[in-house]
């Protein structure tokens, strides 16, 4: 350092005298600390000496500003280095006297567990005489320099820009410093060059030898972290998996000719995974798989003002609607609207929940085990003091987190989430089989009895095969505990799994990418994800082949069920919760119209096109079960000319806001259907028919048509 250098080119000292000597090493101290708070006066950057904002403004040249983490451990460095510096200035001119100066040449270890130096009775002395300069000095100063003196960096006392955490351990440094070139600066002698603040007899007697030790700390503290930012470089960030999304790959609905095959059947679906998918993904600014786009879940992530039913004992209501097609001129679209009967707050039923969650070391990342936590805990609060609730986690800590609790001790609750940490690989852990016997345990026969599973796609809960899992949620699912899976994370969602058990375990399957959509998901709509109404609901339409040639349902791919499937009240269907609304279109071409699909040379002829025009297009049947029956219940609605609007702008605004949510989805699976309708197409229909919005929902998807404009010509994402 530079006050090193000055004192090096002080007069020879007198000869040794007991007062003289005491006498010069106070008149040194003094003047070493007047220099340190010049310095100090002429420094804005913590009190640090020149020499190490020299270090410091090096350092940062030489690390991207993204490198926090070298800057980090130059710190300690500077810390521990200047720490012996100051130190060992402060017994110098006692050290360039005294016939114990070869033994400083050890190393600075050795030195500081001594008492040669420590203890010298000048020293000592010199430091009681000045006691009242050293105060004078700043506080981050004088705590290092005690720290250094006493022989070890404070614990307590350190300075500011260093207390963040403890210097690494020296080995670990001197290590590092071996795996490097030899210093830029020449070594004072072969064999016993200095440590850096343990001053030798060399130098204090040798000008040059002087200057240049005297810059090493600087040149060795540079070395060390050119050391750091090469090994951070060679380290790779850690990253989200992508591409490992696995997604169910059912073919995209074709026409089908209605003299054929008049009879469409299908269960009802209120997921909404895919959006949320979807979503995440054009956030990124990349097109969605297409095997992800799912349109009916596209279409049902909004609520729609359908006609609500009376009472619980008929919870749904059918509403139709016959509009043009604004996509394809001739053709026209069948819009069917279910909404189900929206249960009181006072007079749903109780909950008996258990939580079984994925605390796997994949779980780590913000996006996974940390929004799961602020998921539930948001959940908690929507339920009433006589819901319980019970955790089971598998992997990192695998077993019961929490027995079943009630809701009245939700401090206990929140408590028990809040301490969730992710760890550990994901196999071994009965988790899923532990969830059930707690659920079990608590069975309220008059209430809901749920499983709710939160994962990143894993799914490796302590059954691994696929089919057995299936087979056991399937029958766990007979005995009245219900299953339902929250997806998080992206690049390894299995959401193909996720569907397959939350259809067969009479649950939903959301996808959480966002705390909004958490919020979504689990509190405003709490009543519809937790409370069925309805169960087993399958929706059948007969077409009219007098009217309609040909018909093709959007979407509902993975959800399609055969004509005796319909009235087999063994074969499980989807589930309505309370309040939810369904929505499903079905693409249809009039008699007459522009035909997609030849008539067969020897199949039944059409009918004339001057025949007068019947009275319906369709007739459309929905059965569903109550959530404590094993019978079935019929609904008939027709659709005829009394439902339908001979424009598009006639047709009623939940309609066309469908419409434009159903083309986007058509879109991003490639448009085989859609032809020339674009994107601006579909901001315009859902522009004018975005209506009342409480949520933003539809303002959102406003923004997500433009996103997707802009990462169309982006590659996407394979599953």
């Given at each position: ?413 929140l408590a028990t989430i809040d301490r969730l940490e992710a760890g550990g690989s994901t196999a071994g852990a009965e988790g899923i089989r532990q969830a059930y016997a707690l659920a079990e345990q608590n069975f309220d026969a008059s209430g809901v009895n749920r499983v709710i599973l939160a994962t990143d796609g894993d799914f490796n809960v302590g059954i691994t095969n696929k089919d057995e899992l299936k087979g ?84 509902y791919e993975t959800r399609l069920l055969n004509r005796d499937d319909f009235s087999n009240d063994k074969v499980d269907a989807g589930d309505v919760g309370s309040g939810q609304t369904v929505t499903a279109l079905y693409d249809i071409v009039p008699v007459g119209g522009p035909r997609v699909v030849d008539d067969l040379r020897y199949g039944a002829q059409a009918p004339a096109s001057d025949s007068p025009a ?106």
């Amino acid at each position: 350092m530079s006050t090193d250098h000055n004192i090096m080119r002080l007069p020879d000292p007198p000869p040794p005298a007991p007062d003289a000597r005491a006498s010069a090493v106070q008149e040194a101290l003094l003047r070493f600390d007047q220099k340190s708070a010049e310095e100090k006066n002429a420094d804005d950057s913590q009190g640090m000496p020149t020499d190490v904002r020299l270090i410091e403004r090096t350092a940062a040249s030489l690390r991207p500003s993204r490198e926090r983490l070298v800057m980090k451990r130059t710190r300690y460095l500077l810390a521990a280095s200047l720490a012996c510096i100051v130190a060992g200035s402060g017994a110098y001119l006692h050290l360039i006297q005294s016939p114990q100066s070869q033994d400083v040449a050890a190393p600075v270890e050795q030195k500081m567990a001594s008492n040669d130096v420590a203890q010298a009775p000048s020293t000592v002395q010199a430091k009681k005489e000045s006691e009242s300069q050293k105060e004078s000095l700043p506080q981050p100063q004088t705590q290092i320099q005690t720290a250094a003196q006493a022989g070890k960096p404070s614990q307590e006392t350190a300075a500011p820009s260093v207390a963040a955490a403890p210097p690494p351990a020296k080995p670990r440094v001197e290590s590092l410093i071996a795996s490097r070139d030899a210093p830029k600066a020449p070594p004072a002698t072969a064999s016993r060059a200095p440590m850096p603040g343990a001053p030798s007899e060399k130098y204090a007697l040798r000008g040059r030898d002087d200057h240049m030790q005297s810059r090493a700390p600087s040149a060795l503290l540079l070395s060390q972290v050119e050391v750091f930012r090469d090994q951070r470089e060679r380290v790779p960030a850690a990253s989200e998996p992508v591409g490992r999304d696995k997604f169910a790959n059912a073919p995209e609905n074709a026409f089908k000719v209605a003299r054929d095959a008049p009879v469409s059947t299908f269960s009802i679906d209120v997921d909404t995974a895919s959006y949320a998918f979807v979503r995440a993904q054009l956030n990124r600014n990349v097109l969605p798989p297409a095997a992800s786009v799912r349109t009916e879940e596209l279409i049902n992530y909004f609520p729609y003002a359908y006609e609500a039913p009376a009472s619980a004992s008929e919870p749904f209501r059918a509403d139709v609607a016959v509009f043009p097609n604004p996509w394809a001129e001739g053709r026209k679209l069948i819009r069917i609207g279910v909404k189900g009967y929206a249960l009181q707050q006072t007079s749903r039923p109780r909950a008996n929940l258990v939580f079984l969650i994925d605390t796997s070391g994949s779980m780590a990342p913000q996006n996974r085990l940390p929004l799961v936590k602020q998921s539930l805990a948001m959940l908690v609060t929507q339920l009433k003091p006589e819901d319980r609730i019970a955790i089971v986690t598998y992997a990192g800590n695998a077993g019961t987190a929490l027995e079943p609790t009630s809701v009245s001790e939700k401090a206990k609750i929140l408590a028990t989430i809040d301490r969730l940490e992710a760890g550990g690989s994901t196999a071994g852990a009965e988790g899923i089989r532990q969830a059930y016997a707690l659920a079990e345990q608590n069975f309220d026969a008059s209430g809901v009895n749920r499983v709710i599973l939160a994962t990143d796609g894993d799914f490796n809960v302590g059954i691994t095969n696929k089919d057995e899992l299936k087979g056991f949620v399937e029958r766990q699912r007979e005995t009245g505990i219900f299953l339902s899976v929250l997806g998080v994370g992206a690049g390894n969602d299995n959401d193909a799994l996720a569907q397959t058990l939350a259809q067969n375990g009479n649950g939903v399957a959301a996808y959480i990418d966002t705390i909004n959509e958490a919020r979504k998901v689990l509190v405003e709509e709490a009543s519809s994800t937790l409370f069925p109404i309805g169960k087993d609901v399958k929706i059948q339409v007969e077409f009219n082949p007098a009217t309609v040639a040909e018909y093709r349902l959007i979407g509902y791919e993975t959800r399609l069920l055969n004509r005796d499937d319909f009235s087999n009240d063994k074969v499980d269907a989807g589930d309505v919760g309370s309040g939810q609304t369904v929505t499903a279109l079905y693409d249809i071409v009039p008699v007459g119209g522009p035909r997609v699909v030849d008539d067969l040379r020897y199949g039944a002829q059409a009918p004339a096109s001057d025949s007068p025009a019947p009275a319906e297009y369709a007739f459309v049947k929905i059965r569903y079960k109550l959530p404590r029956s094993d019978q079935s219940v019929l609904v008939r609605t027709p659709v005829d000319r009394a439902s339908e609007h001979g424009r598009f702008e006639d047709a009623p605004l939940d309609a066309r806001f469908a419409t434009s949510v159903a083309a986007f989805g058509e879109i991003l699976r490639g448009g085989k259907h859609t032809g020339r309708f674009g994107y601006d197409d579909v901001l315009r229909i859902a522009s004018a028919a975005r209506g009342d919005d409480p949520y933003g929902y539809r303002s959102e998807f406003l923004q997500l048509v433009r996103a997707a404009k802009t990462a169309s010509a982006m590659q996407p994402l394979r599953p």
